[in-house]
């Protein structure tokens, strides 16, 4: 899998915004780019992932670069509830390979 | 909802004793599921890869002696800590992914394990 590049921390108003990038530049053709979080003292949540499309739900937009070596996840309007470390993570296939988890983004939302 | 549940969420146990962690999903079959673990302030660490019928992969440097994992069913995977020592004691979380798709992992809640 390919390793995968965050700012250790980012603080974000509430009500605003959150943009997280990800480095990603040795991703192969077949990986997708997951996203998940992990509030404190609890196990990850699955936030959204696509392969090199832009992707959108009901929790959070993915941009993908167009050569793939980067992406951001966009939180449009933030609340103090999204306070938690974020995991940029690249996998072939999570079913058939495993996921190697950086160190994350710590993501402050402040009032 | 959760769709994948772990249990206990909590153990705390004298040394010697071997604790069992089970990680089930709920509404979809899980041909594969990961077992991590984490220490305080630091990320998850991959331990090992659960598949279903299989004997499980272990991560370089995980004992598998030492960590017992079963994957009995497509529903069910069990994480085995044998004969439990202090610096044993951490926060474990299983995953599991639906079968033979790219969909993403969905996580348990976490057990947190403290050996006295």
């Known amino acids: 899998d390919a390793k995968t590049t965050q700012p250790p921390s980012m603080d974000c108003a509430e009500g605003r915004a959150a943009n997280l990038p990800c480095n990603h530049s040795t991703i192969s053709g077949n990986e997708y780019v997951y996203w998940y979080r992990q509030i404190h003292s609890q196990g990850p949540q699955y936030i959204i992932h696509g392969l090199k499309n832009n992707e959108t739900n009901e929790m959070a937009s993915l941009i993908i670069t167009e050569d793939r070596k980067s992406s951001t996840l966009i939180l449009p309007h933030a609340t103090l509830r999204d306070t938690a470390v974020y995991y940029c993570?690249?996998?072939?296939?999570?079913?058939?390979?495993?996921?190697?988890f950086g160190d994350g983004t710590t993501l402050t939302v402040k009032p | 909802g959760a769709v994948v549940s772990q249990h206990p969420s909590r153990v705390i146990c004298k040394s010697g004793t071997s604790v069992k962690i089970e990680c089930r999903s709920l509404?979809?079959?899980?041909?594969?599921m990961f077992w991590y673990r984490q220490f305080p302030k630091q990320s998850l660490m991959l331990m090992a890869t659960s598949n279903e019928g299989s004997k499980a992969t272990y991560e370089q440097g995980v004992e598998k002696d030492k960590f017992l994992i079963n994957h009995a069913s497509l529903t069910l995977s069990t994480l085995t800590v044998t004969s439990a020592h202090p610096e044993d004691s951490s926060f474990y979380i299983c995953?599991?992914?639906?079968?033979?798709?790219?969909?993403?992992?969905?996580f348990g809640d976490g057990t947190r394990l403290s050996i006295l």
């Open positions: 509404d979809f079959q899980a041909t594969t």
């Open positions: 993570i690249v996998s072939v296939n999570t079913n058939a390979g495993k996921s190697t």
């Open positions: 995953s599991a992914v639906r079968e033979y798709s790219n969909q993403p992992q969905h």
